[in-house]
DNA sequence: ATGAAAGCGCTAACAG
DNA sequence: CTGTTAGCGCTTTCAT
C-alpha cells in the first residue's frame, strides 16, 4: 500500500480510500491511484485490515460437517457458500468424521482465524465448551443436530415426524413386523427417529416386543452386513426403516444379495443418489439440506447484524418420496 | 494477549513464548500463563501474529471447484483437507459454477486473504491473469483440467485414454454406430476426452461419418433431452459413451423412458453413485479424485517447503469397471 | 529466563 | 478533498 502511494504521488490514507470506495476522492486521484495498484499488481491485505476496522470483522464463516465428502453436507455447504458470497464471506469447511475430539479442534482452529460465526453438526455429547464464545458474541448455529449443554439458534428436520411418516407409510400397507437400523444411538437425531418410529408403532398398537432394532451402524458396510444377519434368522422383517443415507444404501445392497429387494419393503430416512432409478426405486424420507443450510446462513447473520432476540429453533419439513420400495405389502406368508 | 500477561503478572513475550512453545520459559512462568490464559477464554489471533511472522504464512489454503456440491469435488476437497490438516492448514472452498467471471473473482478474494496456495479447477479460457500472483511466489496447482497461457503444476486424469479406452470396449463388443454425448467444447477435458474416443475409432478404421456427436451438455436435463431427440432419428446408435457424469445420468434417465436401457450400450466418463445398483449396472471410466486431491496438496506442500523445480504434469490412471451396461452387445438388426 | 521497543499492513480519528 | 498520527494483536530484534 506505501509502494502505490508513493508510485500514485498521494498519501497513503488516499489509497486506503479509493481501494475502499469512501468517498471524497476527486476522480483524478483515483484514477492515478488505480494505475499504480494495477501495475504494482496489488492486493490490499484483508486481514491486516480487519486487525483495525471498526467492527472487527474477518468475513469469514467456519463450516463443520461430517465429511465435506457426503451430498447431504454438499449441499448445505453450497447453500451457505451462496449467502456468504452475496455478502463477500468466505467459507472455512471442515470435515469431523464424528469425532468429538476433532470437532474441539477445529472449532478452535477456526476460532484462531476470528470467523465471525460457527455452522455446526455437532458430533460431541455437550457443546458446553462453547458457552465462552458465545458470550463473546461469536454466533453459533446448529445444523442438522441439535446442541447439547448450551442454547444456540438452531435449524434441524423433523426427525420424528419423518420417521412417524415412514413407518405409518408401512403400517398402511400391512406391515407389522418391520425392523429398524439405526446410526449411534447417542446421537440425539438418531434418537428422534427411533423416538418416531416406535411412537408410531404404538399409536398403531403394534407390539415392540418382536421388532428387530439394530443399532450402531454408521457406514454403508456395517448396515450391510447387519441386514444379511438380520435375515438369517427365522422371522424374517417384511419391510425395513432405515434411518440414515448410508445405512439404506447398505440395506439395498444386502437385499440384493439375499434376493429379497422385491418382496421386502423400504423405506429410508434422507434421500440417496439416483434413488429414482434403482428398482425398485427407494422411497425416502427426504431432508432439505439446501434450506438447512440457506436458514443457517440467514441466521448467522441475522445474529451478526445485531439481532440479540432468544436462541431459534428452526424445524424443516421432510418429505415422503414414494418411488416403489415403500410401497411393496407383505409376502402373504409373513 | 496483554490481558493475560497482566493476569499472569509477566511481560507480553512471555505469553507468546508460552502460547507458541517456545524454549526458555521456567515450568512456573509457564504454568502461571497457561493458567491465566484459561481463565481469560484466550485464543491467540493467527491472522495478526502472521502479519509480523517471518515467514508470511496464513496457514491457508483455497480451493476452486465447480461446486462443493458435486462428488468429484467433494472426494478431492476431502483428500485436500486430509493433507492440511496435517499441517495445521486450513480451507477456503470456492464454487465456480462454470463461470469465468466468477473464478477470477473468487481468486482475487483468496489472494486478498493471503492464501499460501491455490488449488483450481479452472474454467476460464486462460489463467494468464495468474502470472503475477505465481512470479510473487504463490504456489498455484491446476486439478481435473489443464492451465492455458501460463506454467504450473497440474493434476490431471488420463481423459484421452480413459476415452480411448472406453471406446474401444464398445468396439470390441460390436458396436460401431456409437453415439458421442459431449460437455462443452471449450473445455480441455472435453476437448481430450473426445480426442481419445474418434482416435479409437480411427485406429480401428471406423467410419466418423455417421457417429452421432452431441455437445455442449452442461448437466443431466440437457443429457437426457439430447438424448430423446438422438433416439427420435432413425438409425439409432446401439452404444453410447458419455463423457461426464451429470451427462451420463441424463443418458440414463432417457434411456430408461424409451425402454431402451437393455439394449443399448452405454460407458460413462467420471464414475456415477450407486451405479453398481443400477440395472443394468452402469460401467464407468473411474477417476480417482482422492489421489487428485491428495497428490495436487502435496505439490502445494512441495512449493510451499522450496522446491522450485520445473512445473510438474501429474497424470492420474482411469479404471474401466465393468457393471454391465457397457457390455450390452448390438441389436442384431443395428 | 524475561521484557521493552519497533513494526507488519491496514483503518480510525482528527487535523489541515 | 487530502494527509498525519496512533494503534489493532502479534512477532521480531535486541537488551537485560
Known sequence: MRHVAAL?????KTVSRVINGEPNVSAATTAKVLAAARTLDYEPDLQAGNL??????????????SSVDNPFAG????????AALERGVAVFASSLDDDPDREQQAVSTFLRRRVDGLILTTVSESQAYLAPELRRGT????VDREP???TSDSVVSDNAAGASAATRHLLERGHRRIAYLGDRPNIRTAQERRRGFFDELGAAGVPTRGIPVIEG????ESARHATLDLFRGDELPTAVFSSQNLVTIGVIRALRELGRHRDTALVGFDDVPLGDLLDPGITVIAQAPQDIGR?????????????????TRTVVPTRLIERGSGEITPRPEG
Open 8 to 12: 500514485a504521488g498521494v498519501g497513503i
Open 52 to 65: 483495525r476496522r471498526a467492527d472487527g470483522r474477518s468475513r469469514t464463516l467456519g463450516l463443520l460437517v
Open 75 to 82: 449441499s448445505m455447504h453450497r447453500a451457505i457458500e451462496d
Open 139 to 142: 454466533p453459533v448455529v446448529f
Open 148 to 150: 447439547a449443554g448450551i
Open 217 to 220: 451402524l454408521h457406514d454403508a
Open 295 to 311: 436458514i443457517a446462513a440467514e441466521r448467522i447473520f441475522a445474529r451478526l447484524d445485531g439481532d440479540t432476540s432468544p436462541a
